[in-house]
């Protein structure tokens, strides 16, 4: 069965400073691969996603992450970290060639010091 | 943008009551889940639905059923609450493999 690891269940980072979120996948196939924020109290928002082609994407408020397949992993950077990124962090992974079903990891607590 | 509207943000209810959660998206999309938010757990799927009265279990269905009778809505039912459905529950509108979700729904069984 396909599943989704998010080893670090926190995370504090200084205001400026560079941010990376771990992702790895176990999958038969290299899934379409996702990641979204939560802000306190609201939904899910979709920062990016792979789907093929180039290994790095680019998503909204600065973020982007790189597709490793040799790693089975989709980890999430961004060069300057801001307060107002401190937020839950979720990977999901959907079946290739599009399916709906979307698989989550169980999340990386983001916090920023000032 | 897609908006998908979940009737209530906080509830609280009775062991044993019959309790409704609704869902509205408004972009005509086919495909709704629900998913159930606890912390260390991340978000598990209960049911999904890719039709009009059409649906499908999703990971853990126990203690729930749902209802599609409108493609623009899909309803959470728990037929008699328990303490152990205290949890954040999310519905989401799915269209070409992007999720958009609601806000959440935190449900407090007392």
């Known amino acids: 069965a396909q599943s989704v690891t998010q080893p670090d269940i926190h995370i504090t980072v200084s205001e400026g400073a560079s941010l990376e979120l771990r992702c790895n996948y176990s999958?038969?196939?290299?899934?379409?691969l996702f990641w979204y924020v939560q802000s306190p109290g609201q939904g899910l928002q979709l920062l990016l996603k792979?789907?093929?082609?180039?290994?790095l994407v680019q998503g909204i408020k600065g973020f982007e992450a790189e597709f490793k397949r040799s790693q089975s992993s989709f980890n999430l950077r961004k060069p300057s970290v801001h307060w107002s990124d401190a937020a839950e962090y979720f990977c999901?992974?959907?079946?290739?060639?599009?399916?709906?079903?979307?698989?989550f990891g169980t999340g990386t607590q983001l916090k920023v010091e000032l | 943008d897609v908006k998908v509207t979940q009737s209530s943000r906080y509830l609280v209810k009775r062991t044993g009551e019959k309790v409704f959660l609704e869902c509205v998206q408004d972009?005509?999309?086919?495909?709704m889940f629900w998913y159930r938010q606890d912390p260390g757990l991340g978000l598990r799927l209960i049911y999904f639905?890719?039709?009009?009265?059409?649906?499908e279990k999703g990971d853990i269905p126990e203690g729930y059923s749902v209802s599609r009778e409108k493609k623009e809505r899909f309803s959470l039912i728990l037929e008699s609450a328990s303490t152990n459905q205290t949890s954040m529950y999310l519905c989401?509108?799915?269209?070409?493999?992007?999720?958009?979700f609601g806000q959440g729904t935190r449900l407090t069984v007392v």
């Open positions: 999901a992974v959907a079946p290739p060639g599009g399916g709906n079903k979307l698989t």
């Open positions: 999958y038969g196939a290299t899934p379409y």
């Open positions: 792979y789907f093929s082609g180039d290994t």
């Open positions: 972009m005509d999309h086919e495909n």
């Open positions: 639905s890719y039709d009009v009265k059409m649906k």
């Open positions: 989401a509108s799915i269209y070409g493999s992007e999720a958009f």
